[in-house]
C-alpha cells in the first residue's frame, strides 16, 4: 500500500488551553527543563562534523537579559564555502532518494516534535520573549508544517495528467533543484524556519540552515530534531553566524541553486541584488524566495461589529508584541464611529499584562535592545504626528519591554503610517468613507495582510476584489493564518508572494522535466 493511502487526511494541530492547571504545570516543567540549558556552547553542524570558531556570540533572554541561553560560533567565510559544497555534495545521493522516503523521515520528525512541543515552546519562551500561546502556536505551526509537506510531496510525485500524443508516451515529472540557503528571519524561529527547511529537504534538495542571530537555539534545537529523524548530515547544515559575512558568501555562492529568506524589506532586497548576479562558475539563474515586511491595516466601516472589531485590532496589533509582519500596525476607522472604537481600543489595550514571557503575561518583551530603540524612536516620531492614547514608554529595565501604545489621529503619509515598525505601535487613521479607506489601506508599498469588519455584503465583496494584499481577512483578525487553509504570501514589497503553507509552495523547490518516448 502506498504511503499516501495510509495516511489520514491533513488538520491543523489543535492548541492546549494554559487556563488548565496540568497544561500550564507542563509548560512551566518544559521552561525548568530549558532553563537547565542555559550557558550551553553549542557548535555549527558542516557535513556531519562539529564546526568551531574563534568567536562566539551570546543568546540572551529577551525578558531577563542577564541570562544568556547558549553561545553560538560565528561562522566564518570559509565555513560557509564549505558548507555549501558538503551541501552540493550530499544533494548527488540525496536528489536520488523517493519522496515516499523523504516524507517518511518528515513524518517521524513531526511526531517527535509533537511528543517534545512544550520543550520548543519553552525555548521561545525564553529566547524569543513569547507568551505561551504565542509560543504554542508556532510549535504547532511547525508540525503543521511538516505534517501538510509531507503529504504535497507525495501529492506532487503522483504522474501528470498530459495529453497522449499518437504513437508516444508523454511524461512529466518533478525533480529536485539543488542546495538551497534557508536564512529565517526570529519573530517565528521554530514555525518559519522549521517550514522553510522542511520543504527544501522533503523535496530532495539540500539546505544551508542560517537560523537568526536573536534566535539560534531554537534552530539548533530544530536542526537536531531534523538529524534525528533522519535527514542526513551534509544534507542539512547549520551555521550560526552575521548575516553581513556568512550570508553574503551563502547567497553569493556559485553552487547555491536558490535562496529561502524570510526577513526585513532591506535585507530581502540585498539578498534579491546579490542573488541575480551570475559568479563564475554557475551555470542557472538562483531561485529567491522572499517575504519581507507589511504595513497591514483593519478598515472597519460604520455598519461593522464594533466590539468584534475592537478586539481584532487589539490582538492583531500586540500580539506577540506586534512583532510579526501580519500585525496590524494600522486601524482605519469610518469617521462615524472612529471615537467610539478609537476608545474601546484604549480601553482594551490598557487590560493588556506586560511581563516576563515565562510568567505568561500578555506581552512579553521585544526582541533586543536594537529592536527597542528602534521602536521608541518610532514613538516618539508617532507623538509628533498625532495623539498618544496610551503606552509610549520602555516599562522596565531588566529586559526589552514596551508598553503597548496607541497613537490616534494619524494622517495618511506619516512616517508611523508608512514604515514598518515591528513592535507594539497602533496607528489609528480616521476614514470619510469606505472609498477613502480602501485608498489608505492601499497606500504604502506593502501588500501583505489586511483585514475588514462590516455586515454589508457588498462593501466585503468590493473588498475582496480592491483591497490588495495577498492574506485579507473579513470580519477577523489579521494574524494567524493556518498551514492549509491560509496559504501565506504578500504582494508589492511585501515580497515574493510564495504562499508557504499552500498547495504551490513546494512547487517552488522543484522543478518539471517532460519526457517524450517514440513508441
Known amino acids: 500500500m502506498k504511503l499516501q493511502d495510509q495516511l489520514p487526511a491533513y488538520a491543523p494541530e489543535s492548541y492546549h488551553d494554559f487556563t488548565k492547571?496540568?497544561?500550564?504545570?507542563a509548560m512551566e516543567t518544559a521552561i525548568a527543563k530549558i532553563r537547565s540549558t542555559f550557558n550551553t556552547k553549542y557548535s555549527n553542524w558542516i557535513d556531519g562534523k562539529p564546526a568551531h570558531s574563534d568567536?562566539?556570540?551570546?543568546?540572551?533572554?529577551?525578558?531577563?537579559?542577564?541570562?544568556?541561553?547558549?553561545s553560538f560560533p560565528l561562522g566564518t567565510i570559509d565555513q560557509a564555502n564549505e558548507a555549501v559544497e558538503s551541501a552540493w555534495k550530499a544533494f548527488q545521493s540525496w536528489s536520488k532518494t523517493t519522496p515516499e522516503h523523504r516524507a517518511g523521515i518528515l513524518l517521524k520528525a513531526a511526531s517527535l516534535m509533537k511528543a517534545r512541543r512544550h520543550e520548543f515552546s519553552a525555548m521561545m519562551i525564553l529566547e524569543a520573549g513569547k507568551n505561551f500561546a504565542e509560543a504554542e502556536a508556532d510549535t504547532a505551526e511547525a508540525i503543521d508544517f511538516m505534517e501538510f509537506y509531507a503529504r504535497e510531496v507525495l501529492r506532487y510525485a503522483e504522474p501528470s495528467n498530459l495529453y497522449q500524443m499518437p504513437g508516444e508516451k508523454d511524461e512529466m515529472f518533478y525533480i529536485p533543484i539543488g542546495v538551497v540557503i534557508v536564512i529565517p528571519p526570529w519573530n517565528f524561529p521554530c514555525a518559519i524556519l522549521a517550514g522553510m527547511t522542511v520543504a527544501a529537504l522533503v523535496t530532495g534538495n539540500s539546505v544551508v540552515l542560517k537560523p537568526a542571530s536573536d534566535t539560534p537555539a531554537i534552530g539548533y534545537m530544530v536542526a537536531e530534531l531534523l538529524y534525528e529523524a533522519g535527514f542526513p548530515h551534509g544534507v542539512l547544515n547549520f551555521l550560526a553566524g552575521s548575516g553581513g559575512t556568512i550570508g553574503d558568501t551563502l547567497v553569493s555562492h556559485p553552487k547555491t541553486r536558490m535562496i529561502a529568506f524570510t526577513g526585513s524589506l532591506d535585507v530581502g532586497l540585498r539578498i534579491n541584488e546579490m542573488a541575480a548576479k551570475v559568479h563564475p562558475g554557475q551555470i542557472w539563474l538562483k531561485r529567491l524566495i522572499a517575504e519581507l515586511g507589511g504595513k497591514d491595516a483593519i478598515v472597519v466601516n460604520h455598519d461593522a461589529d464594533l466590539e468584534a472589531?475592537?478586539?481584532?485590532?487589539?490582538?492583531?496589533?500586540?500580539?506577540?508584541?506586534?512583532?510579526?509582519?501580519?500585525?496590524?500596525?494600522?486601524?482605519?476607522?469610518h469617521k462615524d464611529i472612529y471615537d467610539t472604537v478609537l476608545a474601546r481600543v484604549v480601553e482594551l489595550t490598557n487590560k493588556l499584562t506586560i511581563g516576563n514571557s515565562a510568567e505568561n503575561p500578555n506581552m512579553g518583551p521585544v526582541s533586543s535592545e536594537r529592536a527597542?530603540?528602534?521602536?521608541?524612536?518610532?514613538?516618539?516620531?508617532?507623538?509628533?504626528?498625532?495623539?498618544?492614547?496610551?503606552?509610549?514608554?520602555?516599562?522596565?529595565?531588566?529586559?526589552?519591554?514596551?508598553?503597548?501604545?496607541v497613537i490616534a489621529d494619524i494622517k495618511?503619509?506619516?512616517?508611523?503610517?508608512?514604515?514598518?515598525?515591528?513592535?507594539?505601535?497602533?496607528?489609528?487613521?480616521?476614514?470619510?468613507?469606505?472609498?477613502?479607506?480602501?485608498?489608505?489601506?492601499?497606500g504604502t508599498k506593502y501588500g501583505l495582510t489586511?483585514?475588514?469588519?462590516?455586515?454589508?455584503?457588498?462593501?466585503?465583496?468590493?473588498?475582496?476584489?480592491?483591497?490588495?494584499?495577498?492574506?485579507?481577512?473579513?470580519?477577523?483578525?489579521?494574524?494567524?493564518?493556518?498551514?492549509?487553509?491560509?496559504?501565506?504570501?504578500?504582494?508589492?514589497?511585501?515580497?515574493t508572494d510564495s504562499k508557504a503553507g499552500g498547495k504551490d509552495y513546494l512547487l517552488l523547490f522543484l522543478q518539471a522535466k517532460s519526457v517524450a518516448t517514440k513508441l
Do not use: W
Not at 309 to 333: E, N, P, T
Not at 489 to 494: E, L, R
Open 450 to 495: 489586511g483585514a475588514v469588519y462590516s455586515k454589508n455584503p457588498e462593501i466585503l465583496d468590493r473588498a475582496r476584489n480592491e483591497y490588495f494584499v495577498g492574506n485579507l481577512y473579513l470580519n477577523r483578525k489579521c494574524t494567524g493564518a493556518m498551514v492549509g487553509s491560509h496559504p501565506f504570501g504578500g504582494f508589492n514589497m511585501s515580497g
Open 55 to 70: 568567536k562566539y556570540f551570546n543568546s540572551l533572554n529577551p525578558s531577563n537579559t542577564s541570562e544568556v541561553i547558549g
Open 372 to 405: 527597542m530603540k528602534t521602536i521608541l524612536n518610532y514613538i516618539e516620531i508617532g507623538k509628533t504626528e498625532g495623539r498618544l492614547m496610551t503606552g509610549g514608554v520602555r516599562t522596565s529595565e531588566t529586559g526589552y519591554f514596551i508598553a503597548p501604545t
Open 21 to 25: 492547571p496540568e497544561n500550564k504545570t
Open 309 to 333: 472589531a475592537a478586539q481584532g485590532i487589539v490582538a492583531s496589533a500586540f500580539g506577540f508584541q506586534g512583532q510579526k509582519c501580519s500585525a496590524c500596525s494600522r486601524a482605519i476607522l
Open 412 to 442: 495618511p503619509g506619516a512616517v508611523i503610517e508608512q514604515e514598518e515598525i515591528f513592535g507594539p505601535v497602533l496607528a489609528v487613521i480616521k476614514a470619510d468613507s469606505f472609498d477613502h479607506a480602501l485608498e489608505i489601506a492601499n
